[in-house]
């Protein structure tokens, strides 16, 4: 199916009273998770996965992605108001956004950070609808063989070329590899590294991993750090942009949002990036009158220019994984264990035989977007509120949703003792800068990896130079290579000159 | 970079590493083979990951050997001192909620849990950080079993109220 009658099947599916519903509550939740720190729309999803049994794919899906979009606007909101970035593609937007807040321009910071999402929203949901059905084309070619390639690619990507060390996010990714392979084993029914303890055999459940690295790590990491105080939050003030403000945001808007997308679709994944290079172009182009208010008082284009780049990254994301299955980020990852436990297989296939699906997932992408600016200008004083619910209550009130989240899978204490194990490890995970979303990723796409690698032998009757020998697989573990690797002959090289 | 000494706690996270690795390959070991044919036997993968995770263990050690990498964490650096009050309160409280969860069901023991968090994070109401954790609790014992109909089984609580209300105790 071509992109403009997909488009116009989902947005005929989309308008449907209960997909709007869904829509909206996404984006309320996504919003407000986004807004409030401590919780962030990997743990939300997680813990909202029960849904998928009672809800139809697309409802729960198009809930799901309500709230991956919401949490980048409410993010924002934090960043700006609190200076305390509540996901890592806010940490920029904190940069400039909390000191025009402080300098009393708090209403522009958000308004053009609300508008820049909307705009770069609606480019990365255009770019899905339209890249999407290319890289499908292309992917219907590959075989078990590229699949381990590209997932190899991936892993590489996710843990060693992103963040700020290679070994430290190696170790996270090959902690999370661990993790998927305990259970029964698919192809010969063996159980492994289940220590004998019953409850392992169906594995670790993937909400118990969220739940205890975003949730309870988290939990016990702040109260290690924890000292008395009291945050403030700063005053919202006047909302409009001036023509002036427009004018300034108007082409970072753009740029952000034709850097962002790219680096979504990659199998890089990552918006710290995108955010980090706008944020820098916007520095050099600004206009002189205005340069000075870079790190000063504040410079609205700092703010509009990574704002859309995070949001088109964001929405490029979603263009791996639903048409190759490859998730570049936790939040992905864990809607892809969703696509999982409808017995959808996300990949190629996704855009054939499961058009409708697809097609209105996206279409309510674009009214998502439209729900947010609503959402997050008018309504902007109810979500300074909901910033103002004190620390003590609101982790008191996460851990109880982490509990019922992980109790209600199994009613098995044995398995809460697991979930407060793992976080008391996410809690030295983060003392000691080790990242978590690789540990999430490798646990889902690496019970995928080991399949594809046995089909992959399988084929080639056990012969392993099958990996180099394709020259679709060998170009992509080329470009694995490069990536592990390419940096540090950079730094090598540099550094001999 | 100046030469620094080893860092004890890095090492620690190191070695740390290289046993859970260790624990993998030998945990792998102990798979039971099977007669069934397989080009890739349910071994090869685990063998991989347990070594490859020693294998970064001693990277790591090494890396703590010669002065660690958190001493550098702006994080760790401008960190005050850990806070045991805190740790100790937030720890109470999942312990309790793993010995009061099975004997009085999920809400009183979350409320508990609830008001050990909040003290641990510095509130000084504790009667009415149990208000709120029992509405808090509770609703979201009604809101999971209800919407999202996940069965957690009523506890000494939700029985009462749902007797109360004239449903069913499930």
Redesign the interface.
Same mark, same amino acid.
């Given at each position: 199916m071509d992109s403009i009658s997909g488009l116009a099947l989902g947005f005929g599916n989309a308008f449907s009273l209960a997909n709007l519903a869904w829509a909206l509550l996404g984006c309320f939740l996504g919003t407000a998770v986004g807004v409030l720190p401590g919780i962030g729309p990997a743990l939300t999803i997680a813990l =909202?996965l *029960?849904?998928t049994? #009672?809800v139809s794919a697309t409802g729960a899906f198009i809930l799901f992605c309500g709230v991956f979009y919401g949490a980048m606007y409410g993010g924002s909101t934090t960043s700006i108001l609190l200076n305390t970035p509540g996901e890592s593609g806010s940490i920029i937007t904190a940069l400039e956004g909390a000191k025009m807040a402080r300098n009393g321009r708090a209403g522009p910071a958000l308004a053009t950070s609300a508008i820049g999402s909307f705009v770069a929203g609606t480019v990365g949901t255009l770019g899905i609808a339209f890249l999407g059905p290319v890289i499908v084309e292309w992917a219907l070619v590959l075989g078990p063989a590229e699949y381990f390639s590209l997932m190899v690619l991936c892993f590489v990507t996710v843990s060693a070329v992103l963040g700020s060390?290679a =070994?430290?996010g190696?170790?996270s990714l @090959?902690?999370g590899?661990?993790l998927g392979?305990v259970g029964i084993?698919l192809? #010969?029914?063996? *159980?492994?590294?289940t220590?004998g303890v019953t409850e392992l055999l169906d594995g670790v459940n993937v909400v118990l991993v969220a739940v205890a690295l975003f949730a309870?790590g988290e939990?016990?990491h702040?109260?290690?750090?924890?000292?008395?105080g009291k945050v403030e939050v700063l005053e919202v003030g006047r909302l409009m942009l001036s023509k002036e403000d427009l004018k300034r945001s108007f082409w970072p808007w753009m740029r952000g949002a034709g850097l962002g997308f790219p680096f979504g679709v990659l199998p890089a994944g990552g918006t710290e990036m995108p955010t980090m290079l706008s944020y820098y172009a916007e520095r050099k182009l600004v206009k002189p009158e205005h340069r000075h208010e870079f790190g000063t008082t504040g410079a609205i284009e700092g703010v509009a220019g990574p704002e859309a780049a995070n949001n088109a990254a964001a929405a490029g994301v979603l263009v791996p994984m639903l048409t190759l299955g490859l998730p570049t980020s936790a939040t992905a990852a864990i809607m892809l264990s969703a696509f999982q436990s409808y017995g959808i297989n996300p990949g190629p296939m996704l855009f054939t035989q499961q058009a409708e699906l697809v097609w209105t997932l996206i279409a309510s992408l674009f009214i998502a977007n439209v729900m947010l600016v609503v959402l997050n200008l008018p309504l902007v004083g109810l979500w300074v509120r909901i910033l103002k619910v *004190?620390?003590?209550?609101l $982790?008191?009130?996460i851990?109880?949703?982490a #509990?019922?989240?992980t $109790?209600?899978i199994s009613?098995s204490?044995m398995d =809460?003792?697991i979930l $407060?194990a793992l976080?008391v490890v996410a809690m @030295?995970m983060r003392?000691?800068?080790f990242p978590v979303a690789p540990v999430v990723i490798g646990m889902i796409l690496?019970p995928m990896a080991?399949q594809a690698?046995?089909q992959a032998? #399988?084929i080639s009757?056990?012969d392993w130079t099958t990996f180099v020998t394709r020259p679709g697989s060998a170009l992509i573990l080329a470009l694995a290579v490069l990536a592990l690797a390419g940096p540090r002959i950079w730094a090598a090289v540099a550094s001999r000159r | 970079m100046t030469r620094r000494g080893a860092d004890a706690a890095d090492l620690a996270a190191g070695v740390f590493v290289l046993l859970l690795g260790g624990v993998a390959v030998w945990a792998a070991g102990v798979i039971p083979t099977t007669p069934l044919y397989a080009q890739v036997g349910p071994k090869a993968v685990p063998y991989v990951v347990g070594g490859g995770l020693a294998g970064l263990g001693v990277l790591l050690v090494a890396a703590a050997l010669r002065g660690g990498w958190s001493a550098d964490l702006p994080e760790v650096a401008e960190a005050g001192p850990p806070n045991p009050r805190a740790l100790g309160w937030l720890g109470g409280g999942l312990v309790m909620n793993l010995l009061l969860i099975g004997p009085l069901g999920f809400s009183l023991s979350a409320a508990a849990q609830f008001v050990c968090t909040a003290r641990a994070f510095g509130s000084t109401t504790p009667g009415r950080d149990a208000a709120i954790a029992l509405a808090v609790s509770l609703a979201a014992f009604f809101l999971f079993v209800e919407a999202l109909g996940v069965n957690i089984g009523a506890g000494v609580l939700e029985a009462a109220i749902l007797r109360a209300i004239g449903r069913e105790v499930i």
């Open positions: =909202l *029960p849904i049994f #009672t060390s =070994l430290r190696m170790t @090959f902690l590899l661990l392979l084993d192809q #010969t029914g063996q *159980p492994r590294l220590f309870v939990a016990l702040m109260a290690w750090r924890h000292h008395e *004190p620390v003590p209550q $982790y008191g009130g851990l109880v949703f #509990t019922i989240g $109790y209600g009613n204490v =809460l003792v $407060y976080g @030295f003392r000691f800068d690496g080991e690698l046995r032998l #399988t009757q056990g | -």
